[in-house]
């Protein structure tokens, strides 16, 4: 049997909802920018002799200063470069990944002191575990909207403050301890959004 979908304007409040979840993200993900500019642009790490000396060496390889912001955008041009006849392209994709852009755990961000390490890391963390979840969090808002716009988008706003509040906590001083009221808000918030696209979905089939 067919089922007629309508919208109501309350359904705006989803599409609301869905807005601040996409603007959360960003706001989080321009946090983690700012953290790693603070970083990879310190003195303390522009200073190092291994940094120095990482600065020749790119130099040496591309004619250019090595980037500030922890972003090797030449590397594949490096692999292909210093690639032997012998070498397979597959150990090439390998090694250009390898190369690829620090994120916390490369050769750029192992000169950095052990507190703009642990700082750097930590905001990259509260990016992707929102990244990790977002999809199929949005998926749940606008569809469980449909029939309780008004429910679904009170939990899609929840989960965003959630999630700042996740992103402020591990940055602080208490680093992943921090986290803990953010991941409660936000993690009750996404289940209760799973269960009421669930019970939404069952009911249109079967009734």
Known sequence: MPVTLSLT?????????????????TYIGAQVMSLRAKCFK????TASKAVQAMRDEHK???????????????????????????????????RARARGTDMGNGRYAAQLDYASWVMF?????????????????????????????????????CYALGRLLYARGY?????????????????????SLYVLAIVQGVRAALF
Do not use: W
């Not at 304007?9 to 993200?25: C, K, N, Q, W």
């Not at 390889?61 to 210093?82: K, S, V």
């Not at 905001?123 to 998926?139: D, I, T």
């Open 121 to 157: 890391n930590n905001g990259q963390r509260a990016h992707y575990n929102m990244v990790e979840s977002v999809g199929p969090l949005v998926g749940a808002l606008l569809t469980s909207g449909l029939a309780a716009p008004r429910l679904a988008a009170s939990l899609g706003v």
């Open 42 to 45: 310190s003195e303390s790490f």
């Open 60 to 94: 040496k390889a591309f004619g250019t200063d090595m980037n500030n912001l922890g972003y090797p955008g030449t590397a594949r041009r490096a692999c292909a470069r210093t690639r032997t006849a012998q070498e397979p392209r597959v150990h090439l994709r390998a």
């Open 171 to 191: 940055c602080s001083e208490q680093g992943a301890d921090g986290r803990i009221p953010g991941a409660g808000l936000a993690f009750l918030s996404m289940l």
């Open 9 to 25: 304007p309350d359904y705006g409040y989803v599409l609301a909802a869905a807005g601040v979840i996409g603007i959360t993200s």
